[in-house]
């Protein structure tokens, strides 16, 4: 009997050990086979922290390899304040390394770390700095504290400052692009992000061999502009000592190449430092600062739009440098037009030069009516008004030619703005456009594509998206000779002859003062005061375009004379362009 129990009690203890192997044998096949490859994913999910890797946004640089906007890395710290209550390495001990390092109190870094674990126990994320620079990030590494880490984070510079920022414009917080250059070229300058993965062991240590790219980042390229850095610095230097000195609310320069339509310098004022933008908002609370009023703002140009209208007219075989016209202060149309000149005086016997010199106002409206109002509207397009340039700058205006042009395309201005457009009044240009318009005329009538890019430069150097560089023809080059040797004239026996001569060149200008709209329909008593011009005159390399809104110390385009000089001069000395071999021409101006 007594054998009997024993035989059954070891039966039992077989068969328990029996069940209990079969159930931790199918607890490891469950585990290990079964379910083993979503137990490693959780388990890897656990371990596993995604990190991006940043595609570096390409850099922006001058015609001459001046670096305008460049990238660098600034670094965010990050900590596991879990790890960090446990770790040897306490927060006090390392708060007292940190503080000094980023400026920050010691225990206020203690008290964020143990705050975060006393809200939640498995807090494992919080900043300690965000976009520390390279070296304040070396210190910190350097301390080898196990429970910090590092997240590295693209950053934009503007080595020249507020040279050229107001084409460069800048990026947002987020690196993404806000204004200038830097939006609406983004598709060349942008790069794309890749990420990785790796492996991060209990005590929070990334595990060494286990980062895995899942996706290559990509550089963006860089941006070469057709801009001259140390002229455009010289430019907005010398557009700002006289817009403060005239008082003027804001005044643009541009600059541009005549043979090829490139822009070397194109000035603001007031303008913005990129690495200072709100600096710019608090000066100008209206945004107005932070961009290119040369392309964003049109305005009336006032009478240097008498050179385009009259280089039509030449163009159309209406009229000569010798043609006659009598000029009263005051004309009057049938139809009930009215235009007078900005002073008074009698009755003038006036050639079509001497209208320019004069800036007769009467005179060049008896001078347009010899053309169409749709031959003229026709013209103006031949020159690129009513669209925007070939830059197509962020936010760039198109300009105002008028409203309501019937079936036919005849442009349905009243008489009044018949004969106010063709001395530049009732339109609206950019500064950009005006510049254009002198560069086709100095190039012998053919317009060259306005160009602020010269291209976006490759890893391998080759240039992509390069600006176009054939011109077209707009007016002849007899009529575009002679429209210039007229303005010529108006720089030797003009008002401001002493003030814009520049010694050894022929000098060709044309002056403008403009009323401003006050916005209902008038004008106001504000003047946008101008003078655009070419050099030397007997061979145009360069166009030089000088606008200065309510100059309240100077409102007549006197005040640009200066500006128009000086830059000019600095101009053809920077490209050592050959002095003028001959005099200016000597045109009759009266009859």
């Known amino acids: 009997m007594p054998r009997r129990i024993a035989r059954r009690?070891?039966?039992?203890?077989?068969?328990?050990?029996?069940?209990?192997?079969?159930?931790?044998?199918?607890?490891?096949?469950?585990?290990?086979?079964?379910?083993?490859?979503?137990?490693?994913?959780?388990?890897?999910?656990k371990r596993s922290i995604p990190e991006t890797i940043l595609g570096t946004r390409g850099d922006i640089y001058d015609s001459t390899g001046v670096m305008l906007a460049d990238s660098v890395l600034r670094y965010d710290i990050?900590?596991?304040?879990?790890?960090?209550?446990?770790?040897?390495?306490?927060?006090?001990?390392?708060?007292?390394?940190?503080?000094?390092?980023?400026?920050?109190?010691?225990?206020?870094?203690?008290?964020?770390?143990?705050?975060?674990?006393?809200?939640?126990?498995?807090?494992?994320?919080?900043?300690i700095a965000k976009k520390v620079d390279v070296d304040a990030f070396e210190k910190i590494r350097e301390l080898e504290i196990p429970w910090l880490y590092f997240q590295s984070q693209p950053?934009?510079?503007?080595?020249?400052?507020?040279?050229?920022?107001?084409?460069?414009?800048?990026?947002?917080?987020?690196?993404?692009?806000?204004a200038?250059?830097?939006?609406?070229?983004?598709?060349?300058?942008?790069?794309?992000?890749?990420?990785?993965?790796?492996?991060?062991?209990?005590?929070?240590?990334?595990?060494?061999g286990s980062t895995v790219t899942t996706k290559q980042a990509e550089n963006g390229d860089d941006l070469v502009l057709t801009i001259e850095s140390d002229l455009q610095w010289y430019v907005q230097q010398t557009l700002a000592k006289y817009a403060q000195q005239y008082g003027a609310k804001w005044g643009v320069v541009v600059v541009q190449e005549v043979k090829t339509g490139k822009l070397v310098a194109v000035a603001d004022y007031p303008t913005v430092d990129p690495n200072n933008v709100d600096a710019g908002l608090q000066e100008v609370p209206d945004g107005s600062s932070l961009g290119s009023r040369a392309f964003t703002a049109p305005f009336e140009p006032g009478s240097t739009f008498k050179t385009m209208t009259t280089a039509s007219l030449l163009d159309a075989g209406l009229i000569s440098p010798s043609t006659h016209v009598t000029a009263p202060y005051r004309y009057t149309t049938a139809d009930g037009a009215d235009v007078n000149d900005s002073e008074f005086h009698g009755t003038l016997n006036l050639t079509t030069?001497?209208?320019?010199?004069?800036?007769?106002?009467?005179?060049?409206?008896?001078?347009?009516?010899?053309?169409?109002?749709?031959?003229?509207?026709?013209?103006?397009?031949?020159?690129?008004?009513?669209?925007?340039?070939?830059?197509?700058?962020?936010?760039?205006?198109?300009?105002?030619?008028?409203?309501?042009?019937?079936?036919?395309?005849?442009?349905?201005?009243?008489?009044?703005?018949?004969?106010?457009?063709?001395f530049g009044q009732g339109i609206t240009l950019s500064a950009v456009q005006v510049a254009s318009i002198y560069q086709t005329i100095a190039n012998g009538g053919v317009r060259m594509p306005v160009s602020l890019v010269a291209g976006c430069?490759?890893?391998?150097?080759?240039?992509?998206?390069?600006a176009p560089t054939e011109g077209t023809r707009v007016i002849s080059e007899s009529a575009a000779r002679t429209t210039v040797d007229m303005l010529e004239n108006v720089a030797t026996k003009g008002w401001l002859a002493n003030q814009v001569e520049i010694p050894g060149y022929r000098v060709a200008i044309k002056t403008g003062t403009a009323q401003q709209p006050?916005?209902?329909?008038?004008?106001?008593?504000?003047?946008?005061?101008?003078?655009?011009?070419?050099?030397?005159?007997?061979?145009?390399?360069?166009?030089?375009?000088?606008?200065?809104?309510?100059?309240?110390?100077?409102?007549?385009?006197?005040?640009?004379?200066?500006?128009?000089?000086?830059?000019?001069?600095?101009?053809?000395?920077?490209?050592?362009?050959?002095?003028?071999?001959?005099?200016?021409?000597?045109?009759?101006?009266?009859f």
């Open 518 to 590: 006050d916005g209902n329909g008038g004008y106001s008593k504000s003047y946008l005061v101008s003078m655009a011009g070419t050099a030397p005159a007997d061979d145009p390399q360069y166009v030089v375009s000088v606008n200065l809104a309510d100059p309240v110390n100077m409102n007549t385009s006197g005040a640009t004379a200066p500006i128009f000089r000086d830059v000019m001069t600095q101009v053809l000395k920077a490209h050592e362009v050959v002095p003028s071999g001959s005099s200016s021409p000597d045109l009759p101006a009266e």
């Open 9 to 45: 009690r070891l039966v039992l203890a077989a068969l328990l050990v029996f069940v209990l192997v079969a159930v931790f044998v199918i607890r490891l096949v469950d585990i290990q086979v079964v379910r083993a490859e979503t137990l490693n994913e959780q388990a890897v999910d």
């Open 457 to 466: 430069r490759l890893p391998d150097g080759t240039l992509t998206d390069a």
């Open 155 to 178: 950053s934009r510079t503007y080595p020249n400052g507020a040279v050229a920022g107001n084409l460069v414009g800048f990026v947002g917080s987020d690196n993404e692009p806000q």
């Open 180 to 208: 200038g250059l830097e939006l609406s070229e983004d598709a060349c300058l942008a790069g794309t992000d890749g990420s990785e993965v790796y492996e991060r062991s209990e005590d929070g240590v990334r595990i060494p």
């Open 78 to 127: 990050t900590a596991s304040p879990k790890t960090a209550v446990a770790s040897e390495v306490t927060p006090e001990i390392a708060a007292d390394q940190l503080g000094p390092i980023l400026g920050q109190n010691p225990a206020d870094i203690v008290k964020a770390l143990r705050d975060a674990v006393a809200a939640d126990p498995d807090s494992d994320y919080l900043y």
């Open 353 to 422: 030069t001497g209208m320019l010199i004069e800036s007769s106002n009467t005179g060049m409206s008896q001078l347009g009516l010899l053309m169409s109002p749709e031959q003229r509207y026709d013209y103006m397009l031949k020159f690129g008004l009513g669209e925007r340039t070939e830059v197509d700058f962020g936010a760039e205006a198109t300009g105002y030619l008028g409203e309501d042009w019937d079936e036919d395309g005849i442009p349905d201005w009243d008489p009044q703005t018949n004969l106010a457009s063709m």
